[in-house]
């Protein structure tokens, strides 16, 4: 069983900053793809980035000037650094986890066609409010 815990969220003006954490425990598979993703009320869950078992990071296009991901050196600790916040960055941020894929020359990879919000771990979410 893995167990997602995400912090660092709270009420920042626009423009401001915030860098979230993940913190991962539990049964660990060697293979892991992890990732944040977003939701407001009212709207859709929303992709922000993934990043695979070898560290190599994934962006949805609307997020990728803004919004940095990464890993602590153990790999058991997910941040997202987000940066020049605007009021509709405001929403729930989850990390969630999925076990990754190999390819054939034995690379890491997150799963291609799996939205981070369908992933099979995920924790209970951090609250980043942004006022204008």
């Known amino acids: 069983q893995v167990h997602l815990e995400e912090s660092g969220g709270g009420s920042v003006q626009s423009g401001g900053s915030l860098k979230l954490s993940c913190l991962v425990s539990g049964t660990i598979h060697d293979n892991v793809c992890m990732g944040w993703f977003r939701q407001a009320p009212g709207k859709e869950r929303e992709g922000i980035a993934r990043i695979s078992g070898d560290g190599t990071p994934t962006y949805s296009d609307s997020m990728k000037d803004r919004f940095t991901i990464s890993q602590g050196t153990s790999k058991n600790t997910l941040y997202l650094q987000l940066d020049n916040l605007k009021p509709e960055d405001t929403a729930m941020y989850y990390c969630?986890?999925?076990?990754?894929?190999?390819?054939?020359?034995?690379?890491?990879?997150?799963?291609?066609?799996?939205?981070?919000?369908?992933?099979?771990?995920r924790g209970q979410g951090t609250q980043v409010t942004v006022s204008s």
């Open positions: 969630a986890a999925e076990i990754g894929l190999y390819s054939m020359t034995g690379g890491r990879l997150c799963p291609p066609y799996r939205e981070i919000f369908d992933f099979s771990f």
